[in-house]
C-alpha cells in the first residue's frame, strides 16, 4: 500500500468516530444536565429460626496414630449413631473436619540442652456438621451425641430453611424506604421525583443469625434436656436508587 493509500485509510477511520460516538456524547451530555440524587437504604425482617447448624466431634489422643484413630474411630461411630437416633437423615449429617497431628514435648532449652522436640503421642479430631431441621430435638440431640462419646461442640448457627421469602419482604421494605427518602430530599430542595432511574441490590439476601459457640469439653448428659434458646434472625437487603428530580 502506497503512502497515499495509507493516508486515505487513515482519514476514512477517522472521518468515521465523530458519527459513531455522536449518539453517545449527547447521551452523556443529557445525563450531566439531569439532577439526579443516589441514595441508600435498606429493608430487615425478624423472625424464629425453624432450624439450626450444629458442629460436634471427637477429639482423642493416644500414644501411637494407629490407636488414636481406632479409639477416635469408635466413639465417633457411636456419635453419629445418635445422631441418626434422633431422627437426623444421612444427607443432613456431613464431615466437616477430621486431623491427625503429633504431640510434642519440648525440652528446657534453659539449662542449655540441645534436645530436638520428642513426639509423646498422637491427636485425632473428627468433626461433622449436623443440620437439624426440627429445633424441638436440638436439645436431645446435643444430650444423646454427648452421652454416646462426642467431647467437642464447637458452635450452633440458626437459620431459616426458607430464606427467600423473607428476603423479599426485605426488599421491598428497602425500596420503600429509599423512596420515602427520595421524596423527603427532594421535597426539602424544592423539587419533585420525576422517575427511578437505577436500582441495585447491594450484597444480596444477608443472613445474619445468632451463633452460639459452646468450644468446651461435654462431660455426660444432664438428666433434663440442655437448654437451647433459638431467638431470632434477621434478614437484611440493602439496596441503592437514582432517582432523577426536577422542579
Known amino acids: 500500500m502506497t503512502p497515499k493509500s495509507l493516508l486515505l485509510a487513515g482519514s476514512l477511520a477517522l472521518g468515521a468516530w465523530p458519527a459513531a460516538a455522536q449518539p453517545a456524547l449527547m447521551e452523556?451530555?443529557?445525563a450531566f444536565r439531569a439532577t439526579t440524587l443516589t441514595l441508600s437504604s435498606y429493608g430487615e425482617t425478624r423472625t424464629a429460626p425453624d432450624q439450626a447448624t450444629i458442629s460436634m466431634g471427637v477429639t482423642v489422643q493416644a500414644p501411637t496414630a494407629a490407636a488414636a484413630l481406632a479409639q477416635n474411630r469408635t466413639r465417633m461411630t457411636a456419635v453419629i449413631s445418635a445422631i441418626r437416633g434422633q431422627?437426623?437423615?444421612e444427607r443432613d449429617i456431613q464431615t466437616s473436619g477430621l486431623d491427625l497431628s503429633p504431640q510434642y514435648t519440648y525440652p528446657n532449652r534453659s539449662t542449655g540442652g540441645s534436645e530436638p522436640p520428642r513426639v509423646t503421642g498422637y491427636r485425632v479430631s473428627n468433626q461433622v456438621t449436623v443440620l437439624v431441621r426440627d429445633l424441638t430435638r436440638l436439645g436431645p440431640?446435643?444430650?444423646a451425641v454427648a452421652a454416646s462419646g462426642a467431647n467437642q461442640i464447637n458452635g450452633i448457627t440458626f437459620g431459616l430453611a426458607n430464606a427467600d421469602t423473607r428476603a423479599d419482604e426485605a426488599r421491598r421494605q428497602a425500596v420503600a424506604n429509599v423512596a420515602r427518602k427520595?421524596?423527603?430530599?427532594?421535597?426539602a430542595a424544592g423539587l419533585r421525583v420525576v422517575r427511578l432511574v437505577t436500582l441495585s441490590e447491594s450484597g444480596g439476601y444477608l443472613p445474619r443469625p445468632p451463633v452460639v459457640m459452646m468450644r468446651q469439653a461435654i462431660a455426660e448428659a444432664a438428666d433434663a434436656s440442655t437448654p437451647v434458646q433459638p431467638g431470632?434472625?434477621?434478614?437484611?437487603?440493602?439496596?441503592?436508587?437514582?432517582?432523577?428530580?426536577s422542579r
Open 28 to 30: 452523556g451530555d443529557a
Open 141 to 143: 440431640a446435643v444430650d
Open 87 to 89: 431422627g437426623v437423615p
Open 182 to 187: 427520595a421524596e423527603l430530599y427532594a421535597q
Open 232 to 245: 431470632e434472625v434477621g434478614v437484611r437487603v440493602d439496596v441503592t436508587a437514582v432517582y432523577e428530580l
